[in-house]
């Protein structure tokens, strides 16, 4: 599992632009499919055929980032967002634009209080001697994603990218090993879901399933003096109850828990009072589809050093696997 999660926390994917990473994963899953296409937005869509109830698996492919929106005369560039970025985790960090320039994240020597730092006071160096220079090699328009290679730590692993590149490996290494099964899964590895969960609410439409599960991290309560939450790295893949944009049908977090229960793995339940995932927008489509999920714990989450268990992560799979059989 590590390895793979490593080879798809390197892959170029920030939101928008997450050919590179598609390519990747469509080069892993394609022998084990019946069929395999990318929409229209860039969902990369790998089919198992059946006959017997129609699935939805999800889990995105995109990354947070950065793009390029201004250079100066001396070569700096000015940036804005991709997703959610904290100035705060980009200070001092490191990114890589899509041919491989890479450049720093600083802020203005003007700026006397941190407390006042802003995505819109910071800016890249990419060692450029001027304007002409910084323009051979990055221009306006251009996206960057933040660099940290994958490490492993005893059984945690340290890397950017692991929401939700570990998702995506869940969905990989069932995909592998999924028994024959009557259902029809659809496994989704859906684009834009840090801009608003876009590449879910279209697949979903298209594909029009009968239940759907994603599969994605979420925050912990496991960090000193952090806003308590039960969820905890090493205590099993979580069950999510709600976030901000879904209460998870009940019929599929009782399906989850009785696959939990059936191949003896740890679970625990999640209740994510900030931010979203990508059944949030399949839940309603069309006449609406029953979703719900399966939570990889990830602590410092859209930061360079996200951390994950791969036991975590291991029996996500298996309880993955369990509920579409």
Known sequence: MFDLIKSLTEKFGVSGNEEEIREFIKSKVEKYVDNIEVDTLGNLIATKKGRGKKIMVAAHMDEIGVMATHIDDKGFIRFSNIGWVSANYALGQRVRFGNGTVGTVFY??????????????????????????????????????????????????????????????VLIKTIESLPKTENEIYFVFTVQEELGLRGARTAAYKLLPELAIAV????????????????KCGSGPAIKIKDRSVICHSSVKRLLEESAQKINIPYQFEILESGGSDPGAIHVTAGGIPSG??????????????????????NAAKLLTQSLV
């Open 216 to 231: 994605d991290v979420t925050l912990t309560g496991d960090t000193p003096n952090c806003k308590p939450m039960e969820v």
């Open 293 to 314: 999920a399966i939570s990889i714990p990830c602590r410092y989450t859209h930061s360079p050093s996200e951390m994950v268990s791969l036991t975590d992560m291991e």
């Open 108 to 169: 203005e020597e003007k700026l006397e209080d941190l407390k006042g730092l802003k995505l819109s006071n910071m800016y890249i160096d990419i060692g450029a001697k001027d304007k002409a220079d910084a323009q051979s090699k990055v221009s306006i328009g251009d996206t960057a994603v933040f660099c940290g290679e994958a490490q492993l730590s005893g059984d945690m692993v340290i890397s950017k990218a692991l929401d939700d590149r570990s998702g995506c490996a």
